[in-house]
């Protein structure tokens, strides 16, 4: 298996600009997690999908952050409009139960 | 009641050393206690997890140490190696949502 695949792996955007993050989990997992990683607050759970309904929310910081999950092979992530403190490493991972499986992440820089 | 503290926040030893890394958590519901290891410009990458009916559990070098009274766990990494420099995060979950909270993370780094 090729593991949970983000893409892309790197994007830099003007702020106000809509910025969309993909997630494709491993085959088979029921679960998948939106993290968002930096310096200051670590690891933050942002949203988590089980057998593709969002089950807990209430990690994503805005209404400006949306995440979807339209089938058990894809989800998106999708920030509109974009601001600099979002800047950030976002992980995608997927479990089937208990271990999670982290995507390479996708770097975000907003200017 | 969702946090896990983890300590310390850097650690330098020395090649052959054994470093040790604290977690506490105050939910009681947590149930899986994983260890994930990250590497610069990498996703976390799951190292060793242990459930609270044990209270010790060792794979290869790495060793998790749970005392559940004191809700409270460590890794013990022995004969550490300069390959097992990188970043160290504890997580907690409850084995229905399986949602990991993690620690602030730990940066380790072996001297050769």
């Known amino acids: 298996d090729a593991g949970v695949i983000q893409s892309p792996r790197h994007e830099v955007t003007e702020m106000g600009q809509e910025v969309t993050l993909r997630c494709k989990p491993i085959?088979?997992?029921?679960?998948l997690f939106w993290y968002r990683q930096t310096m200051m607050r670590g690891l933050e759970l942002l949203i988590y999908f089980n057998n593709n309904v969002p089950i807990d929310d209430s990690g994503m910081p805005e209404d400006r952050f949306s995440a979807k999950m339209p089938n058990a092979s894809f989800s998106t992530l999708k920030i509109q409009p974009s601001e600099p403190r979002d800047s950030a490493v976002y992980f995608c991972?997927?479990?089937?139960?208990?271990?999670?499986?982290f995507g390479q992440g996708t770097r975000l820089t907003v200017v | 009641q969702q946090q896990v503290k983890q300590s310390p926040q850097s650690l330098i030893v020395q090649k052959g050393g054994i470093p040790i890394i604290n977690c506490a958590y105050e939910n009681t519901a947590f149930d899986y206690f994983p260890w994930y290891q990250q590497f610069p410009g990498k996703g976390p990458a799951l190292l060793i997890a242990i459930r609270p009916d044990v209270s010790e559990k060792k794979e290869g070098r790495f060793t998790i140490s749970f005392n559940k009274s004191a809700k409270q766990f460590s890794l013990h990494i022995m004969d550490s190696q300069p390959g097992d420099s990188a970043t160290y995060f504890c997580a907690a979950s409850t084995r229905n949502t399986g949602k990991l909270i993690f620690g602030q993370g730990t940066t380790l780094q072996v001297k050769p």
């Open positions: 991972a997927s479990s089937l139960y208990t271990e999670a499986f």
């Open positions: 085959s088979g997992h029921n679960s």
